[in-house]
């Protein structure tokens, strides 16, 4: 029961596809591969945060930042399924081009491979908010070694494939509002959260590290 629950995202992603064939006639690869790869990475989050059990000893979240955190999961989850199951949102409907198609299908396919790697590698040093967690270890190799902030890579490269995807411009764009407006007021505070438990080590991986997107040269 707790696995549905965990799943139940996915599974109202999964249910909206008869939905949105009921109400349109058809829908578009387009429509499905937004709906297949949404599936695809909340069943990766649900997979890799499993069973977690690492203690918090700091927690580090403000009303700032519960607000952004909520306004996410309105732009990336429940705009998008209202759009998918009613025609609250209908007037927003528009057809991508093919390239934005393939565009969006590139995005969101690399986004949920970036969103799985860093949740493989950061393990059980994962929250959704700010946090330090019992004996926790910096992570600096794998993706971690390529960028500082992988997940966040994921995110954005999702929310583009959001945004390209999802045949409606106003729940399409509403993730990457939301989702840039979490990363602005958060990167620093979190930068700043490594730096006081770690303090020279990260100064160190941060230095040799780009923060989003990885440096084409090979490093020695
Ligand atoms: N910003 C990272 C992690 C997101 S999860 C990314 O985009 O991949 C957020 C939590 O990860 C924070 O509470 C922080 O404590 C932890 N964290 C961030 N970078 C880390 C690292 N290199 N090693 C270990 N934990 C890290």
Redesign the pocket.
Known sequence: MTMVKRLSGAILFLLAVPVFVWRHGEITYATLCYVAFTIGWLVIRERLTRGQTLKTVTANVDGLEKATLFATAIGMMLLPVIALYTPLLDFALYTPTMAAFIAGTVAMALGAYVFYR?HAD?GA???P????RDG?????SGI?GRV??????AIFLICIGQALLLENWLAGIAGMIAFTALYVLRVGR?EK??IEQFGETYQA?AARTPLLIPSLRTRS
């Open positions: 860093a950061l040093y994962w929250s908010t700010l946090e330090i926790h270890q910096l992570i600096t971690y500082r902030h992988p997940m966040y890579t979190e959260l490594m991986y």
